[in-house]
């Protein structure tokens, strides 16, 4: 099993607590690693990315090849089709719905959408909504990463017992929470696929 | 032993705490500030009383690394590439005195520039300083080599270069920590007292016995554990391939078996045998190298007749950037992937100051102060505020290097453009900013100085400012007048008086210092996260 993932959103909104929740659901289950993430300028306010290579074989390169990508996970939608070509032919398109608009010419949002229906395998999925329903906004992410747990070939509980490792700092309260941000997407894709 | 995932620089910060350092220096430098910033969130560290405060800039660290090198400790200096030029003079120095304890100098570069105002490569440095260099192609090696690095420079007494690049420093991976942990060493005297006095007799002598054992080094990296000579059947072409271009090269073939043989390059100077054995059994090479093409050069000559060489100074690779599996393929003759192309709709999304910046209200100020005058009289610097030349502000028309605000404004008020503004930032006015304020100060120049201070290094990521309570007194003792250095709160309610205030220095025929101070806002969220975790 290998899964090469583009993670993409803007600065701050959470696409590297995503890469460390796969990252320790894929090193609990002895699995190589490479994430690959960007720091310095583009946290204020630019866009990020993030490449994270999981597989059960030893992976070569940080960075996954163009058009080789299993799957593109985005926390804004504008961001979800800067990375497409990295996209494989056979690759999802996983992104959140709600804008991140703090440019003076970010494009139609309709326009946007329109762009990503052209995407063959897609899931867009209105994140901040569903993690408000779930308890916090915040979550938007963790929505994201559930809507793409069907795909990412690791057992469910696994990135559950992720989840509870990585906030198990923020009190039982937080890791509640997040465990129901993360099944509100993952029922939000499975009825959606 | 279980695996640990961590970023290149943790593993080298990791691997320097089991090497048995007693203190690591650094000025923070995208992408090598995890390095230090790892150290200091060591539990291990602390305990045993291991350095890893920051230094006022990258020259400050090298020379106090070579101070505790002195004393016989082992002890990291870390830089981004760049910072290397600032650390230059006792870097190349440090080989001809050597070393006492083990001293590693990493170097982070940035092909491509990420987050950098050019794309050097650090092995040029090691070069000119005649110092071994090793470059890890993964997380793991990284890890290794800085054990294989402090005894190396122990046994030579030379210094050693680590070169990374932005791609490893900024990768996570698994690590296992393999080597025995070493205790520090003991405070030990060189055994030569005059080891480290440079003056040209004795410097003389020192340089002889680098370059004897240089050639030492050059047999050293033809058994290096980290040059690796992997035959293959197909001599049509060889493949020199170094650090992290490694991964590229692996990622063309699936089952990892490439057909022609493969020179993996992690220690230089480069494997004189090794490199010879592959000119005799290959029609040509290929070298395959993150950075310039230094090795390519090297192998081709000036002329470049004799061995066809292939690599960025043919087009078979680009000649500039980072490289990528992509590209390696194309070189390698073999196909290349793309999936679909970007929606043209789709536009950039450029890094800003935050919302609630104190930069913002200081730069908006400035330039209304500047409005009734030509455009392009204010020389900036590094950091956060270098984005104040974007849109909307547009209000700064220089930024080239650390300090470089400062004395370009005096040059440029020399020639006749007064008056000319500096904008620097409180950390880049400690690190480079000082001597340059005193050549205006001595000169009289008619220059205006920010110094906007928000408390913290903010564009790394918020690290402690060495100039933080100190900037009037520096500027006072530097002696600008006491009644032209003025004091401003950045803030909107604020901006009439803060243009005037401006006004009146602008006025000024002599060096006035504006101090705009306000904590950077995500300084301030931090610590107010921070201090309610902790309740």
């Keep these: 099993m290998k899964k090469d993932i583009i993670l993409?959103?803007?600065?701050?909104?959470?696409?590297?607590?995503?890469?460390?929740?796969?990252?320790?659901?894929?090193?609990?289950?002895?699995?190589?690693?490479?994430?690959?993430?960007?720091?310095?300028?583009?946290?204020?306010?630019?866009?990020?990315?993030?490449?994270?290579?999981?597989?059960?074989?030893?992976?070569?390169?940080?960075?996954?090849?163009?058009?080789?990508?299993?799957?593109i996970l985005s926390i804004e939608p504008l961001e979800s089709l800067r990375y497409l070509p990295y996209l494989s032919g056979e690759g999802w398109v996983i992104t959140n719905t709600k804008p991140f608009n703090n440019i003076p010419n970010y494009?139609?949002?309709?326009?946007?959408?329109?762009?990503?229906?052209?995407?063959?395998?897609?899931?867009?999925?209105?994140?901040?909504?569903?993690?408000?329903?779930?308890?916090?906004?915040?979550?938007?992410?963790?929505?994201?990463?559930?809507?793409?747990?069907p795909f990412l070939g690791m057992a469910y509980e696994k990135i559950e017992d992720a989840i509870r490792f990585t906030f198990r700092k923020k009190g039982d309260k937080v890791i509640e929470l997040n465990l129901n941000a993360l099944k509100a997407g993952r029922d939000f894709a499975n009825n959606h696929m | 032993m279980q695996k640990l995932?961590?970023?290149?620089?943790?593993?080298?910060?990791?691997?320097?705490?089991?090497?048995?350092?007693?203190?690591?220096?650094?000025?923070?430098?995208?992408?090598?500030?995890?390095i230090t910033e790892f150290v200091q969130s060591s539990k291990f560290a602390h305990d045993n009383h291991i350095h890893s405060s920051w230094s006022t800039n990258e020259k400050t660290a090298m020379e106090s690394a070579l101070g505790m090198s002195y004393a016989g400790k082992r002890t990291m200096v870390c830089m981004k590439h760049v910072g290397l030029n600032v650390a230059a003079d006792p870097f190349i120095n440090s080989a001809i005195t050597g070393a006492n304890g083990g001293i590693m100098v990493v170097s982070a570069d940035d092909p491509s520039m990420h987050?950098?105002?050019?794309?050097?490569?650090?092995?040029?440095?090691?070069?000119?300083?005649?110092?071994?260099?090793l470059e890890p192609g993964h997380?793991?090696?990284?890890?290794?080599?800085?054990h294989y690095g402090f005894d190396f420079s122990e046994k030579y007494k030379v210094p050693v270069l680590m070169r990374i690049t932005t791609r490893l420093a900024h990768s996570r991976s698994g690590v296992t920590r393999t080597a025995a942990i070493r205790k520090q060493n003991e405070l030990k005297m060189p055994?030569?007292?005059?080891?480290?006095?440079?003056?040209?007799?004795l410097a003389k002598k020192r340089y002889k016995n680098l370059l004897k054992d240089h050639t030492a080094f050059i047999s050293e990296s033809d058994v290096s554990p980290f040059n690796k000579y992997i035959d293959g059947?197909?001599?049509?072409?060889?493949?020199?391939?170094?650090?992290?271009?490694?991964?590229?090269?692996?990622?063309?073939?699936?089952?990892?078996?490439?057909?022609?043989?493969?020179?993996?390059?992690?220690?230089?100077?480069?494997?004189?045998?090794?490199?010879?054995?592959?000119?005799?059994?290959?029609?040509?090479?290929?070298?395959?190298?993150?950075?310039?093409?230094?090795?390519?050069?090297?192998?081709k000559g000036y002329l470049g007749r004799g061995l066809k060489v292939r690599g960025r100074l043919d087009g078979t690779l680009p000649r500039d950037g980072e490289l990528n599996p992509n590209l390696v393929a194309v070189a390698l003759g073999k196909p290349d992937t793309y999936g679909l192309p970007v929606p043209e709709l789709v536009v950039g999304r450029p890094p800003s100051l935050c919302s609630g910046c104190p930069h913002i209200d200081s730069y908006y100020a400035l330039s209304e102060t500047l409005s009734n005058l030509s455009y392009g009289r204010v020389f900036s610097d590094i950091g956060c505020y270098t984005l104040g030349a974007l849109k909307p502000y547009e209000a700064i028309n220089s930024c080239v290097d650390m300090g470089a605000s400062i004395t370009m404004a005096k040059g440029a008020a020399d020639a006749g453009l007064v008056p000319a503004v500096a904008v620097i930032g409180d950390s880049t006015f400690t690190h480079s900013g000082m001597t340059g304020l005193l050549d205006a100060v001595n000169d009289k120049s008619p220059i205006t100085v920010m110094i906007l201070d928000n408390g913290t290094t903010a564009m790394t990521g918020g690290q402690d400012s060495q100039a933080f309570g100190k900037i009037e007194?520096?500027?006072?003792?530097?002696?600008?007048?006491?009644?032209?250095i003025r004091i401003l709160k950045p803030l909107k309610k604020y901006h009439d008086e803060n243009v005037a205030i401006m006004k009146e220095e602008l006025a000024y025929q002599g060096v006035s210092v504006i101090i705009p101070r306000r904590e950077c806002i995500v300084a301030i969220d931090k610590r107010i996260r921070d201090k309610f975790r902790n309740k």
């Design chain 2, 115 to 133: 987050s950098s105002q050019n794309e050097q490569d650090s092995r040029f440095y090691g070069k000119i300083a005649l110092v071994p260099i």
């Design chain 2, 473 to 484: 007194d520096i500027c006072k003792g530097l002696g600008v007048e006491e009644s032209h």
């Design chain 2, 191 to 201: 055994s030569d007292l005059r080891q480290f006095v440079l003056l040209p007799n």
């Design chain 1, 8 to 71: 993409a959103g803007v600065g701050g909104q959470g696409i590297i607590s995503i890469a460390a929740i796969i990252g320790y659901a894929a090193l609990g289950q002895d699995m190589y690693l490479k994430q690959s993430e960007v720091h310095g300028m583009s946290q204020r306010g630019g866009d990020v990315m993030s490449n994270l290579r999981i597989s059960h074989q030893e992976i070569a390169s940080d960075l996954i090849p163009f058009g080789q990508a299993d799957m």
């Design chain 2, 139 to 146: 997380q793991q090696e990284a890890y290794d080599m800085v």
């Design chain 2, 5 to 34: 995932l961590l970023l290149g620089d943790e593993a080298i910060a990791q691997g320097a705490l089991d090497a048995g350092i007693s203190g690591i220096y650094a000025y923070p430098g995208t992408p090598s500030t995890e």
């Design chain 1, 107 to 149: 494009p139609d949002l309709e326009k946007i959408m329109a762009e990503i229906e052209k995407v063959p395998h897609h899931i867009a999925i209105d994140a901040d909504a569903i993690a408000k329903e779930a308890g916090s906004s915040k979550a938007a992410n963790i929505v994201i990463l559930g809507a793409a747990s």
């Design chain 2, 233 to 299: 059947a197909d001599k049509s072409k060889g493949i020199i391939v170094c650090g992290i271009a490694y991964n590229y090269l692996m990622e063309n073939y699936a089952d990892r078996h490439v057909p022609h043989p493969v020179l993996k390059i992690g220690q230089y100077p480069l494997p004189r045998t090794l490199i010879e054995k592959m000119a005799d059994e290959c029609t040509e090479i290929l070298v395959i190298e993150d950075g310039y093409p230094i090795v390519e050069e090297l192998l």
